[in-house]
């Protein structure tokens, strides 16, 4: 065999495929990857796409040079030159410093085909595993944002989330066991994990103990909304919500609002100032008594304040608003510029262009429609109630968290830790690599 074959692009090479496409699916992991084979590589790309990578952070993470797509989509090296770890010779790259990886040499050729059969692996396996799924979970598996993925693509978006978290196969982790569920024979959108509903006919239970006579009134605020599991991460963050595993409950969301935003925070705060309640703090400090209780009358309070604060205001601030759109006129101006209008106007702002059905909702029904037997129930039967959050209440939401059981620990979502395993198998394996294949 001729020594320039190595590097030669012209001859036809054949290139070293230790590794086996398609044998090791979900099952390979690292720990069984032969450190002196090209096995390691293979696991190590399999990994990443686990982890969420494409196939350029994919390349990237095993040639430790920086790699960009091409226009065409084509992998470019970004690097004047690039060195192979299997020769000393320096490949060329173009005069503007970017050359197509296919003139990269025959290294980077056994990459990419280890990295895209890699890929396709891994992209049947995920097509598998969506396709086993049960009925209700596909049909609740959508985009929650934008419902222009399909499911299985969006089933591929998502699967990394809980990869990442420790769930190594969601299907068995947990999807398996979220069904339709219903809350006072109301039904809960989206279902639930059975061990939620199965607590929730416990809660039942006991709301009616509590109250002894149900005259209506509760399914009244749950007819209003209730929502289940839905795929995705918390609003804001990369951490998947509670809802993500089926193991948290929304009730009538428009009144009972998530706080996020910082103007309507402030605003809120302003409002309810002299209650001693703030939308930023935890309502109940831990050595305070009366628990969910007290906790109960004090989220009341300051709905009833912020819903009284609205009746006096959102009337006049509407009309204003109404009249500066027609036609601004100075008297409008300093109108709206007072006290409160002011404030209302901050608000109103933040929460965009849905600000008047929303504020109208707050005025009529209050930020907090929880009755107090629900609360309490939940409360005894371990259930964690968003209104006892510190810096963002979510007064809608109530979980079991950390409920479901993760089959690994927690995995970094960067591959810096598969670059150093790369690395290793380069100076360990890479000598004997290039005596078998040439
Ligand atoms: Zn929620």
Known sequence: MKRTSRHGNKQPISLPRTYRPGMLGVDMTLDHATPDSADLLYAIAYEAFQRGASPVDVMDALVRRKLQLSPSGSLLLDHQSVQSPFNTQKISLTDNGIGELAGGGWYYEFLLNLVLDAEKDYR???????????????????DPDKRIRSGQDYYYHMRPSYYVAGYSRPPANFLDRIGPASFFNIIVAGGLHQDFSQLLAEVEKKVIELVKIND??????LRRGLGGFVPRNIRGTNMLSNHAFGMAMDIDPAHNPYFTDRRVIETLNWIVIDLG??????????????????????????????????????????TLKDAQGRMSSPEVERRLAGHDMARLDTMAMALGKTW???????????IQTIPLSVARAMHALG????????????GMHFELPNSVRRDSSKRSSGLADLKELALFWTNRSGRALKQSSY
């Open 383 to 394: 259930i964690r109630w968003g209104q006892e959050y510190g810096e963002k209440k979510d």
């Open 356 to 366: 008047y059905t929303i504020l109208k909702g707050w005025r009529d029904f209050g």
């Open 124 to 142: 049947n396996m995920v097509a598998r595993e969506y396709g086993g799924l049960n009925q209700f979970v596909k049909s609740v598996f959508l």
């Open 216 to 221: 209506g009134s509760i399914e009244a605020v």
């Open 277 to 318: 309640y703030y939308f930023d703090r935890p309502l109940m400090r831990k050595d305070e008594s009366g628990g969910v209780d007290e906790l109960h009358r004090r989220a009341q309070a300051a709905s009833d304040r912020v819903s009284q604060w609205l009746r006096l205001h959102l009337d006049e601030y509407k």
